[in-house]
């Protein structure tokens, strides 16, 4: 689970409103503990386990509670009989009952009676499929970090937490996480108007669903604001955090705004450590034909911390959040919690972190419409200054020696001309007597070999 240990990739939640802990595990938690299909023909069952051990079930207030936070452990097993599996099993079963009864049809209710005989008997042999999702609940602020993304596995947690606590939980989806962070209501006002939303939508308990679609238009600005800060100045200076040095990380998906045609991208940089240059000029291509990051990855570095993180426009928190390792996850016999409460510190600093830079965005970019109006120029003329730049990025290792490769293949006294769709392209011809290649052009003009 990697909340505690590994790389994390969890959902920011916002509890609404306060409940006593110790009678809500008493009563509430304890009802909606894991119980277990192991020794079943169940096929479904979820439920708290212990955060240190998720075979237990034993949990209380003693084993979950360090205030002013709580951690549990979300398990659910399933059953899945896959249908190539059930086809087989059932074509069998039928084929020995006509065998044993030779005179009798099969008619539709016995074939019903040896479907569900056989089904049984599967889930009986098959062996439930664990998932686990650690959360993380820290009462004095309200905020709670469930292990996971996946829609079904969020779906559970808010249903058992509610059945546990008694308590409602919103996602931090990234535009009230922005209105959190301005704080101003006039700035709120702004931010919504932005997006499309009218602040009097938004009660103590927002429509969500309403939200999702502005949420990821302000996360796709975002990103782009991001990858032009860390492409122009290499970091930006946090104030308080210090300055913060911005990466561009090993992948990168873009896509068409809302109604907008064409189709979606996907960069990686494969074991490179960075997209480069040359991966990403056509993905200045498509900044200008109106696509915008999806997702992004990215290394952010201060003087006490350095992560990798990627962000997705879809997502109420980080994935494949890489933090250093803990003092206490260096000892095989270190002590639970302080090894958990030593890892919830550095997920703290990290979110200070990731929501100190989107502060910055929104405090430049959106608390008005003439800092909107310049931030969103800037943002263009980013575009297009890389988009003219694109014939002169530095190729990277990979392309160099596929290129060196290329040219060797020539034997002396033969040539090669290779041409693009635009007609663009460079001929490479070796002398008889041989020595190195003459590259050039297609259309006459000398380039470097």
Known sequence: MGLIKGTATYTRYKVQGECDLRAAFEAGVRAQIFRGIE??????????????????????????????????????DRRRIKGPVMKK????????????????????????????????????????????????????????????????????????????????????????????????????????????????????????????QPSRWLMQDYLTWLWATADTKGG????????????????????????????????????????????????????????????????????GLSLGVSLRAAASGPANLTLPPTEAS??????????????????????????????????AARTSPQARAKADKAIAGWINDRRAGAGNFKPSTKTKAAAQRLVDSVKPGSSLTITTGDGKGVHIERPASGGPAKVSKAEGQEVNA
């Open 89 to 212: 099993e059932l074509r069998l079963a039928m084929d020995n009952w006509r065998e044993e009864h030779p005179d009798e049809p099969l008619g539709r209710v016995r074939r019903n009676d040896i479907k569900d005989r056989v089904r049984l008997e599967l889930l009986r042999r098959l062996p439930p499929e664990p998932t686990l999702a650690e959360v993380i609940w820290n009462t004095k602020t309200g905020e709670v970090w469930v292990g996971t993304q996946a829609e079904k596995a969020l779906g559970m947690f808010e249903t058992k937490f509610r059945a546990s606590f008694g308590l409602g939980v919103c996602p931090r989806l990234p535009l009230l996480l922005g209105m959190d962070l301005l704080g101003d209501d006039k700035r709120c006002a702004r931010l919504c108007e932005a997006y499309g939303v009218q602040p009097f939508l938004l009660p103590d308990a927002p429509p969500v669903a309403i939200l999702e």
């Open 236 to 303: 930006l200076d946090m104030g308080d955090l210090g300055a913060a040095s911005i990466r561009l990380g090993t992948e990168m998906r873009l896509a068409p705004k809302d109604g907008m045609p064409g189709s979606s991208m996907a960069l990686t940089a494969g074991h490179e450590q960075t997209l480069e240059d040359e991966d990403l000029a056509e993905a200045f291509e498509a900044l200008d034909a109106g696509k915008r990051p999806t997702r992004a990855s990215f290394t952010l570095t201060t003087e």
């Open 39 to 76: 020794h079943t023909t169940e096929e479904y069952d979820s439920g708290w386990v212990r955060p240190d051990d998720w075979l237990r079930a034993d949990v209380d207030y003693a084993s979950c509670v360090q205030e002013p936070y709580v951690i549990l452990g979300l398990r659910a």
């Open 330 to 363: 260096k000892g095989k016999d270190a002590e639970w919690w302080g090894a958990a409460l030593e890892r919830v510190y550095l997920i703290e600093q990290a979110q200070g972190l990731l929501d100190g830079l989107l502060f910055a965005w929104l405090l």
